[in-house]
């Protein structure tokens, strides 16, 4: 101990009982499975917003009725309208999982490494299958999805305009 105390150089201090440095924490799992998924997911790519909640659901407030707007004469007053507002309730979905089994030694030993390409083919399968639900919905998950949106139109993909 005194060896390591004499091979501090002069005017470098140590402290054994404090800590300066600012404590490793670990990345929010949420945001960084969302992370991991965004390359397989064309939704996600698109920069939709993701909300992490633990809550059962969300609730957003949600315009139902218009300001009211007119043509007024210089000094004249102004009636005053407002927006009228409702709430928009959404149950948190199920989660979307897969569950893949490998031994340790294939693993280890594979070439190409077995572990990038479960990976990579788990990442895909899950992106399609949240897309799919996102978009169309009701295929498992419980998603609405926007095609189910009252107000959303569906768009013919083989129209030339």
């Known amino acids: 101990m005194l060896d390591a105390m004499r091979g501090v150089p002069a005017g470098e201090e140590r402290d054994l009982t ?50 009211t707007a007119d043509y007024y004469d210089e000094l004249k007053p102004i009636t005053e309208s ?10 948190v979905a199920k989660a979307i999982k897969a569950l893949v089994r490998a031994s340790a030694e294939a693993l280890e030993d594979s070439d190409p490494d077995l572990l990038t390409v479960v990976t990579q083919n788990l990442g895909v399968i899950l992106g399609l299958k949240l897309d799919a639900e996102l978009l169309a919905g009701k295929t498992s ?5 926007l095609l189910n949106i009252a107000g959303i ?3 013919d993909m083989n129209s030339n305009r």
């Open 18 to 67: 404090r800590v300066t440095a600012v404590p490793v924490e670990p990345q929010e799992l949420s945001t960084y499975l969302w992370d991991l998924l965004r390359p397989f997911t064309v939704v996600l790519q698109s920069g939709v917003r993701t909300i992490d909640t633990q809550r059962k659901s969300v609730k957003w407030p949600q315009l139902t009725g218009d300001i």
């Open 82 to 91: 407002d927006p009228t507002f409702g709430e928009f309730e959404l149950p």
């Open 141 to 145: 998950g419980g998603i609405t999805g």
């Open 153 to 155: 139109q569906e768009v």
